[in-house]
C-alpha cells in the first residue's frame, strides 16, 4: 500500500479564506512522488518542513473534506500555492522554463484559472496510507 496526497487550494476573500478547487488526480497511484512528498512535509522522507497543522483558519469546505478522512488522514499541513509549485517543480528536475501555470496544470491535472492568484492562495494537504 503507497502513501496519497490529498488537499485543497484556499483563496483568501476578505478576512475569510474559501476553498476554490481541490486536488484530484487521474491516476492516484501513478501521482504518488515521495520526494515531493518529504519536502512538503517530512511525508517518506525527512525536510525541514514539518508538518504545521491545520490552519487555524481554514476554510470549511476544506475542513469538510479534512473530516471526511477523518483518522485515516495524517500529517496535515499547508504551504502557499506558490511554494507548492516550485517543491513540484524542483523535486519532479523540471524547467525553470516551464512556466508555473504549466506547473499548476501539471499537478492538478487543470488550472480552473488559479495562476492568476498564486500571491492569494494556499495548498492545505494531508496524506493517507
Known amino acids: 500500500m503507497g502513501?496519497?496526497?490529498?488537499?485543497c487550494i484556499e483563496?483568501?476573500?476578505g478576512d475569510k479564506w474559501v476553498m476554490v478547487?481541490?486536488?484530484v488526480y487521474d491516476d492516484r497511484a501513478s501521482s504518488r512522488n515521495y520526494q515531493v512528498f518529504a519536502e512538503l512535509a517530512s511525508v517518506r522522507g525527512e525536510s525541514n518542513n514539518k508538518p504545521k497543522g491545520i490552519p487555524e483558519d481554514?476554510?470549511?469546505?476544506?475542513?469538510?473534506?479534512?473530516?471526511?478522512?477523518?483518522?485515516?488522514?495524517?500529517?496535515?499541513?499547508?504551504?502557499?500555492l506558490e511554494d507548492t509549485l516550485e517543491i513540484y517543480k524542483d523535486k519532479n528536475d523540471i524547467s525553470d522554463d516551464v512556466t508555473i501555470e504549466e506547473t499548476l496544470y501539471e499537478f492538478f491535472s487543470h488550472t480552473n484559472g488559479l495562476e492568476?492568484?498564486?500571491?492569494?492562495?494556499?495548498?492545505?494537504?494531508w496524506f493517507d496510507n
Open 3 to 7: 502513501c496519497d496526497i490529498h488537499g
Open 11 to 13: 483563496k483568501k476573500i
Open 21 to 23: 478547487d481541490l486536488l
Open 58 to 80: 481554514v476554510s470549511e469546505g476544506t475542513q469538510y473534506h479534512i473530516d471526511y478522512w477523518g483518522t485515516d488522514g495524517h500529517s496535515h499541513s499547508w504551504h502557499s
Open 116 to 125: 492568476k492568484c498564486l500571491d492569494e492562495c494556499r495548498f492545505v494537504f
